[in-house]
């Protein structure tokens, strides 16, 4: 018998000369396709890693089948319907929906790429005037570049394919290039496309609105197109840009999971079409949908890229891996690895309505509660006293403040505190002088009704002068006043998509090319002032995606600061996003989205498992109120390099059973501390007993539980839990320690040194 064995595993790209088969070997999956018969690339298998072998042949079949059309004449079994593709096009045989289309001066659709040749190296390239991750050592990944080539338009397609060494992880992403002579249209453009071998999946994706973003659903795949997608111009509240499939048999801790998401902060598309022999294709990419691109002579087009990671350990594995990707390697600058600071946010305290003083003594109470950071959030420019004026006059409002945003940055730097502001600059008001000067300058189809949302307009960021003119306004800003953080906002979606720009035969860019612009302007601002921390913003959480986390290492999650609400949007959003890019505060009660009332140890139990800050009126507080924020301040404080780089882990679900217990926890890289939190909604009459299960620590280490005098070991805590009764009267931990209505707990626990 021969044995194969692996001492280590080594991810890497293979390329069987002989069998024209590409092998991309993931830390633990396995990605494999080959070069057809007809020159074109076949999918052979995704899944759990395996040995690379003499051959892959075996998981290639053809037969013939009632109905097919087919490639060869002759040859009745090789039909482009039947079999998996990797980067798949229509009309010449394959009846699903493609990968790309390309339409051709003489209106024909018919492409045929073939391989060409290919390119493996080690590292990752940077995608032009897109974000994507990347790497700081070039051993951290291999890339694949594969080139196919249509003769009869001159035209290639690469595909490309980066492996992470410690992650699994794959990216993708596609760059056309005429090189011909005629005008060519893009129509559709995927950034990635698979064919699993079956459909026995469910698909989970991550939906809602606003205040109620990135909620958990689960639905069995069927026969035919399910899917996801926007077409508001961002990536929205509506859909999150991801999907995974799953086993029906996987949970949170075990089973196969493949997750998708896509890097942009635009319109996209994930679909999965089931096909008659159950072979499912998933596309992700930009939507089709109101999209043409025009590829003119020596012209380029790069599609955005899309992370694919596998998961044999359920979907905290699947999500575990995505937090770590996106915390090292896609958020960037000073602030990736910096403990982020508390801060507070005037909005729900002052909304439009306040001055230097008011301020200033909301600022001096913070501070003194321990607060590390003022963020002066809307109504500080132009007449700004209501939502119908002044976007776009990025000037401070003398009658408000008469010493400038410089004058009041100075004094709250003087009282300890760092200085935030907040700016919306995609957008205009009528009432503003920037519209008067320019009022071309918004997205609009001339001669048509011009539709608003919150009595705004969004500028036309596909035109560089109108980027241009916002850097400047926005550079001056930061220029003149000690600022160290900005709350970038977006507030509406677009309607009557089109530039005065551009050329009727580009107008199906103009979305694409707003959100370069949106990218352009994050990239001059993040590079020319680096230790600026820029939190990104869409009335909430409309485009908390990765390709803004590129830019801004953390996201207003949502609108919804309800401690209840935010049990879903936190859990849910953690399903790819790490702890670290969520922005959770405690706000005022009763709360100001759904008027409910929760105790502010409940509200701060939940905004510790985020960046936390207030967003409330501190000086209406009483001194009791006041010592339990500073409790909470400093026990975050304590533990926020925990909470922010730790391995999150989901315990139990709201979106499972009545959903009135949620439960997660966040463990240090070498498993000595942890934090867990416990949450219920409504309490319960003569409540049965229950307990809590911890995950990720270590079973042979001895733990102590804060605030108690037991210890217990890793295996204990783990398999045995800890034993919650009816109202939290059990093990006293860190937070709550009465029962009733809308309750948590914070568990604290380390390692007992011996």
Request: aromatic share 12%.
């Amino acid at each position: 018998m021969h044995v194969v064995k692996e001492a280590v595993k080594q991810s890497g790209i293979h390329f069987n000369e002989q069998e024209k088969e590409f092998h991309i070997q993931g830390k633990d999956f396995s990605y494999i396709f080959t070069i057809l018969k007809n020159n074109q690339l076949g999918h052979l298998y995704f899944g759990k890693r395996i040995h690379q072998g003499a051959s892959f042949s075996h998981l290639y079949t053809t037969e013939p089948k009632a109905t097919a059309s087919c490639v060869f004449e002759g040859d009745i079994a090789f039909s482009l319907d039947t079999l998996k593709q990797e980067y798949p096009a229509y009309g010449t045989s394959d009846y699903r929906e493609p990968a790309f289309q390309i339409e051709q001066e003489n209106g024909s659709r018919i492409t045929n790429f073939e391989y060409k040749n290919h390119v493996i190296y080690q590292g990752k390239p940077k995608l032009n005037g897109l974000p994507a991750t990347y790497v700081e050592k070039e051993d951290e990944a291999q890339t694949l570049e594969i080139t196919l080539y249509d003769k009869l338009i001159e035209t290639e397609i690469v595909l490309l394919y980066t492996v992470f060494k410690n992650l699994n992880v794959l990216t993708r992403s596609s760059r056309f290039t005429n090189k011909g002579s005629q005008k060519l249209n893009l129509t559709r453009a995927m950034s990635t496309s698979v064919d699993f071998f079956d459909s026995d999946y469910e698909m989970v994706q991550l939906s809602g609105a606003w205040a109620r973003e990135r909620h958990v659903f689960t639905r069995a795949l069927q026969p035919g197109t399910q899917s996801i997608s926007s077409t508001r111009g961002t990536s929205s509240t509506q859909q999150n840009p991801f999907i995974a499939l799953k086993r029906k048999e996987t949970n949170e801790h075990a089973g196969e999971v493949f997750g998708f998401n896509f890097v942009y902060s635009g319109n996209f598309l994930a679909q999965v079409e089931v096909d008659q022999y159950n072979v499912s294709r998933v596309l992700m990419g930009i939507n089709p949908f109101d999209f043409n691109w025009l590829l003119e002579a020596g012209e380029s087009f790069q599609t955005p890229e899309a992370v694919m990671v596998y998961s044999d350990q359920g979907l905290n594995g699947m999500s575990q891996t995505y937090q770590t990707l996106y915390r090292t390697r896609l958020a960037r600058g000073r602030w990736r690895d910096k403990e982020r600071p508390v801060l507070i946010n005037n909005w729900e305290a002052t909304y439009f309505d306040f001055n230097e003083e008011k301020i200033l003594t909301i600022a001096q109470t913070a501070k003194d509660l321990g607060v590390e950071l003022f963020v002066l959030d809307d109504g500080w420019f132009g007449k700004r006293d209501n939502d119908k004026t002044s976007l776009g006059d990025w000037f401070t409002d003398k009658r408000k403040l008469p010493n400038g945003i410089s004058g009041l940055a100075t004094k709250i730097t003087e009282l300890g505190l760092k200085f935030g502001l907040w700016f919306e600059p995609e957008m205009v008001s009528k009432i503003s002088e920037l519209y008067q000067k320019h009022p071309d300058w918004i997205i609009h189809v001339p001669d048509r009704h011009r539709s608003h949302g919150r009595n705004q307009f969004v500028l036309d960021f596909s035109r560089k002068e109108v980027v241009d003119h916002i850097y400047e306004m926005m550079a001056a800003v930061l220029k003149e006043a000690p600022i160290s953080y900005v709350k970038w906002d977006m507030n509406r979606y677009m309607t009557e998509i089109g530039s005065v720009a551009l050329p009727a035969d580009r107008q199906k860019e103009v979305s694409h090319r707003y959100i370069l612009g949106v990218y352009d302007l994050y990239d001059r601002l993040t590079t020319n002032f680096p230790d600026v921390l820029f939190e990104s913003c869409a009335s909430g959480g409309a485009r908390f995606d990765p390709g803004l986390l590129y830019y801004a290492p953390q996201a207003w999650t949502s609108d919804d600061t309800d401690a209840m609400e935010r049990l879903k949007i936190q859990y849910g959003t953690s399903f790819v996003y790490p702890l670290s890019s969520m922005g959770a505060h405690v706000s005022a009660v009763p709360n100001h989205q759904v008027k409910r009332i929760t105790s502010l140890e409940t509200r701060a139990s939940v905004a510790y498992f985020g960046m936390l800050g207030y967003e409330l009126d501190v000086t209406k507080m009483t001194e009791d109120e006041k010592q339990c924020v500073k409790e909470q301040i400093a026990f975050y404080k304590e533990n926020r390099r925990l909470i922010q780089n730790g391995t999150f882990y989901r315990l139990k679900s709201p979106f499972e059973g009545d959903g009135n217990v949620t439960a997660w926890m966040v463990v240090s890289e070498d498993q000595k501390e942890a934090i867990a939190g416990y949450y219920q909604v409504l309490a319960r009459p003569n409540p049965g007993f229950s307990r809590l299960l911890l995950k990720g620590i270590n079973e042979g280490l001895e733990y102590r539980l804060e605030n108690t005098a037991g210890t217990y070991y890793g295996s204990t805590l783990m398999h045995a839990g800890i034993l919650l009764t009816g109202e939290f009267s059990g093990i006293e931990a860190e937070g709550i320690k009465h029962g009733g209505d809308f309750t948590s707990r914070i568990f604290k626990l380390h390692v007992i040194e011996k």
